[in-house]
């Protein structure tokens, strides 16, 4: 059973920074393309970047310029750089890859005050 284990989450002020971490319990980052999604309360899960097995990435165009997210498969870890955080960013967020979904894990919450 394949497990993924967000971290890194937190209260920031606006215009602060957080680095999210996704620790996966298999080698997923080599085999398949990952993203970080994000779930704000009263709202569907949404898909804020992803990154393919060959290292393209993509971003939402609300985070585009100031998240980057990144992977080390050696250390079988995917990260998430958040960086100019506005208080809409408030939720919380979950590494998965694209369908069909692993079990999700636990999620980081990531709180921004304005």
């Known amino acids: 059973q394949v497990q993924l284990v967000e971290s890194g989450g937190g209260l920031v002020q606006a215009g602060g920074s957080l680095r999210l971490s996704c620790a996966a319990s298999?080698?997923?980052?080599?085999?398949?393309?990952m993203g970080w999604y994000r779930q704000a309360p009263g709202k569907q899960r949404e898909l804020v970047a992803s990154?393919?097995?060959?290292?393209?990435?993509t971003y939402a165009d609300s985070v585009k310029g100031r998240f980057t997210i990144s992977r080390d498969k050696v250390k079988k870890m995917l990260y998430l750089q958040m960086n100019s955080l506005k208080p809409e960013d408030t939720a919380v967020y979950y590494c998965?890859?694209?369908?069909?979904?692993?079990?999700w894990g636990q999620g980081t919450q990531v709180t921004v005050s304005s």
């Open positions: 998965n890859r694209g369908r069909p979904y692993l079990p």
């Open positions: 298999l080698n997923l980052f080599s085999i398949y393309n």
């Open positions: 990154i393919v097995s060959s290292g393209s990435t």
